[in-house]
T-cell receptor
Framework: AQTVTQSQPEMSVQEAETVTLSCTYD???????LFWYKQPPSRQMILVIR??????QNATENRFSVNFQKAAKSFSLKISDSQLGDTAMYFC?????????????FGQGTRLTINP | KAGVTQTPRYLIKTRGQQVTLSCSPI?????VSWYQQTPGQGLQFLFE???????NKGNFPGRFSGRQFSNSRSEMNVSTLELGDSALYLC???????????FGPGTRLTVL
């Protein structure tokens, strides 16, 4: 079974700083997808960034980028120039697709606080 | 394009009752997945529906069931509610491309 581990339960940084959230996963599959989701206090889960395992290039979305190390099964999220609105729970998630069926496996989350 | 909608947003039930939650996916999305979120267990996959067929199921007891209609709207039902069923229930829809799941705001269920 696939597992996702986020080793940092909580992190706190100052506004405008750069922060990196860690995620490791365990799978025997070679083709899969990885995601970072953000859940602010409103509880709405928002997709931040996605990465296909077959792509070597790391995904980027504006201030958000990932460091995908397939051999090490590591998928960290870097937030540059952090903003107060980045305060949220961040979940790393793994998806394997079998015959079209989708299932997200989530880590336990990292609570990120951006301080003014 | 409207996002995923879930109704009701909040629900209070007592033990032994049953409950039905509804989810309307993004227009054009045919896959709907359900997740349970609790402080202790985190986010856990319940089931996924595609074209009215259950395509994937998580490790939950048979009290948890779901269905999908021809317009892709989905409902999940929990019978004989237990205190431990108190949770945020999230619905997510997905289109054909990119395998991204887009989440609704959730239904907060409290079982007393």
């Amino acid at each position: 079974a696939q597992t996702v581990t986020q080793s940092q339960p909580e992190m706190s940084v100052q506004e405008a700083e750069t922060v990196t959230l860690s995620c490791t996963y365990d799978t025997s599959e070679s083709n899969y997808y990885l995601f970072w989701y953000k859940q602010p206090p409103s509880r709405q889960m928002i997709l931040v960034i996605r990465q296909e395992a077959y792509k070597q290039q790391n995904a980027t979305e504006n201030r958000f980028s990932v460091n995908f190390q397939k051999a090490a099964k590591s998928f960290s999220l870097k937030i540059s120039d952090s903003q107060l609105g980045d305060t949220a729970m961040y979940f790393c998630a793994f998806m394997r697709i079998i015959q079209g069926a989708q299932k997200l496996v989530f880590g336990q989350g990292t609570r990120l606080t951006i301080n003014p | 394009k409207a996002g995923v909608t879930q109704t009701p947003r909040y629900l209070i039930k007592t033990r032994g009752q049953q409950v039905t939650l509804s989810c309307s996916p993004i227009s054009g999305h045919r896959s709907v997945s359900w997740y349970q979120q609790t402080p202790g267990q985190g986010l856990q996959f319940l089931f996924e529906y595609f074209s009215e067929t259950q395509r994937n199921k998580g490790n939950f007891p048979g009290r948890f069931s779901g269905r999908q209609f021809s317009n892709s709207r989905s409902e999940m039902n929990v019978s004989t509610l237990e205190l431990g069923d108190s949770a945020l229930y999230l619905c997510a829809s997905s289109g054909l491309a990119y395998n991204e799941q887009f989440f609704g705001p959730g239904t907060r269920l409290t079982v007393l």
